[in-house]
């Protein structure tokens, strides 16, 4: 993907990028090949919830800065105990990322809140820490924003790309989530819940956000809905883990969503 910046910012022939880019099949090639300077110079952070990741978060931190499409790294620790913390110490005093630390665990919610507050670039791209959601979407999810036909950018896991197909009851209570949005604030989002959401920092941070847990998603959703933003969806690949490779939301969660997405139809 570098060798493909150094082309673009070389000004080469538009074949020559495209056929670098399609000898990559690590990445999606239609993203690559309409790389525009604007994308390249837009001031990127990306912002990365960490609670006990010990064993991906070397690795997305790395995917994260092989895209060569970011300003800023922003971790938010969320009182990790099995040793994330002393990874992203480490990264950290190399000048890698820029790390916040909770000292103690708060959820995803709050990790992210404190994000969007510390978060430097114009855009932000929410990107979790488990491998589950591949950097090389990037290109893709920046560019309705770059086209100016978005401000809020989902990355949709049901538009027809390739997926992992595993725990049937959680796509399901993805779909009635998304469908119960859709009821509740006029829309026709394919996916909710996504973990990828990217948007214009200075048109949500001054927005009253309180959630704690996984139940940052419809309240983030409901609240840019309310606030008749433009939102955009892209399809994406997804590559879902299992309980047992250290996936965390819960069935509960499902409904602490649900109430969500009733509670601030009617507040904030």
């Not at 927005?207 to 983030?220: C, S």
């Amino acid at each position: 993907m570098t060798q493909l910046l150094r082309l673009y910012r070389s000004k080469l022939k538009k074949n020559e990028i495209n056929a670098l880019a399609f000898k990559d099949y690590s990445m999606p090639a239609l993203c690559y090949h309409n790389l525009s300077p604007i994308i390249l110079s837009m001031n990127v952070t990306v912002l990365i919830p960490a609670y006990n990741e010990v064993k991906t978060i070397r690795e997305i931190i790395k995917r994260v800065k092989d895209t060569g499409l970011i300003h800023e790294i922003l971790v938010v620790d969320d009182g990790s105990s099995d040793g994330t913390r002393e990874i992203l110490q480490e990264l950290h005093d190399q000048g890698e990322v820029k790390v916040i630390f909770h000292e103690k665990n708060g959820g995803k919610g709050a990790a992210l809140r404190t994000g969007i507050q510390n978060a430097s670039g114009d855009v932000i791209i929410i990107q979790d820490a488990d491998l589950e959601y591949n950097p090389h979407e990037y290109p893709n999810l920046l560019k309705p924003i770059q086209d100016d036909i978005a401000d809020v950018v989902y990355g949709s896991r049901f538009l027809g790309q390739a997926r992992r197909p595993i725990l049937y009851w959680n796509m399901v209570a993805n779909k009635i989530l998304t469908f119960v949005t859709n009821i509740l604030y006029n829309n026709i989002l394919s996916d909710m819940e996504t973990g990828y959401k990217v948007f214009k920092r200075d048109l949500i941070k001054d927005i009253p956000l309180h959630a704690h847990r996984f139940e940052f998603e419809p309240e983030f959703t409901a609240k840019i809905l309310k606030r008749k933003f433009r939102l955009y969806e892209v399809p994406i690949a997804f590559y879902p883990r299992d309980y047992s490779e250290g996936k965390k939301i819960k069935m509960w969660d499902a409904f602490e969503a649900m109430w969500a997405l009733i509670k601030y139809r009617f507040v904030d």
